[in-house]
C-alpha cells in the first residue's frame, strides 16, 4: 500500500476521505468497446482518473484497485492506493475501512470516469455533509441518467450496504432511509456527467478521431 496523503485538514468541514475505485484501465469501458480500441480506452481512463484524483487532491484520498497497471500508475504518480477485494461494493467497503484508519469521520465514494470533476465541486459534497444538521447525511450526487451514483458521501459508522449497479441511485436513497440517514441530493453538473456510452464521448467534448490519432501514433515506427 502506498502512504496516504496528509494535506485534507485545510477545508472547514468534516475530516472526510475521498475513495475512487479503478478497476482497471487495459480492460476498462468495455461499454466503448464500440467506438474505441483497447488502447484509446487505456488512455481515456487515465485521463479521467487523473481528472477525478486532481480535483479530490484537498482532501485525503485513496484509489481502490488491484490492476496492475492501475498500481504501476499510482506508484508513478504518487498516489496513494489499497487492494480492490473484486467488485464496486467491496472496494467501496474497503475504501471506508480505510478512512476509518485515517480517523476519517466521512466518506465519498468518487467514479473515476467523471471528466468534469472540480475541486470545488467536491468542496460542495463535503460542505453540505459539514452544514450543522446534515452530519448524518447520505449526500448523493445522482448522474445525468437519474439511475447511477457517480458521488456519494456517508457517515463511515454507518450501516449502509453499498449497492453499486443498474438502478443504483435509488437502491442507493432506500439503504439510507433504512439505516435513518438524513438524505441530501445534490445537483452538481461537475459530478454528474460520466463517460458510460458512446453517445457520452461527444457530448462531453471528448473527439473520437483525437484519441484514434494519439492511438494510431503510438503504433507508428
Not at 18 to 31: E, K, L, S, W
Not at 49 to 70: H, L, M, W
Not at 80 to 108: K, T, Y
Request: with cysteine; aromatic share 6%.
Amino acid at each position: 500500500m502506498h502512504p496516504a496523503t496528509t494535506d485534507a485538514d485545510i477545508l472547514p468541514s468534516i475530516p472526510t476521505g475521498i475513495v475512487i475505485p479503478i478497476r482497471a484501465f487495459t480492460d476498462g469501458m468495455a461499454r466503448l468497446s464500440s467506438v474505441l480500441s483497447p488502447n484509446q480506452r487505456a488512455d481515456l481512463g487515465r485521463d479521467l482518473a487523473g481528472r477525478v484524483i486532481d480535483a479530490a487532491s484537498n482532501f485525503k484520498y485513496v484509489v481502490v484497485t488491484s490492476a496492475p497497471e492501475v498500481i504501476e500508475w499510482c506508484e508513478e504518480i504518487g498516489h496513494p492506493w489499497i487492494v480492490d477485494p473484486g467488485s464496486l461494493n467491496a472496494s467501496a467497503n474497503s475504501g471506508r475501512e480505510w478512512c476509518i484508519s485515517q480517523g476519517l469521520e466521512r466518506v465519498i465514494i468518487a467514479h473515476a470516469d467523471l471528466p468534469g470533476a472540480t475541486k470545488d465541486a467536491f468542496e460542495q459534497v463535503a460542505r453540505c455533509e459539514a452544514a450543522e444538521n446534515q452530519r448524518n447525511a447520505c449526500v448523493i450526487v445522482a448522474c445525468h441518467r437519474n439511475d447511477g451514483t457517480p458521488v456519494m458521501g456517508i457517515p463511515v459508522d454507518a450501516e449502509f450496504g453499498f449497492a453499486y449497479g443498474p438502478g443504483s441511485f435509488q437502491l442507493h436513497l432506500e439503504v439510507a432511509r433504512n439505516c435513518g440517514l438524513e438524505i441530501q441530493v445534490l445537483t452538481i453538473p461537475e459530478l454528474a456527467y460520466d463517460i458510460d456510452m458512446p453517445e457520452d464521448l461527444s457530448a462531453l467534448g471528448y473527439s473520437v478521431s483525437s484519441v484514434s490519432d494519439r492511438d494510431n501514433s503510438e503504433e507508428t515506427p
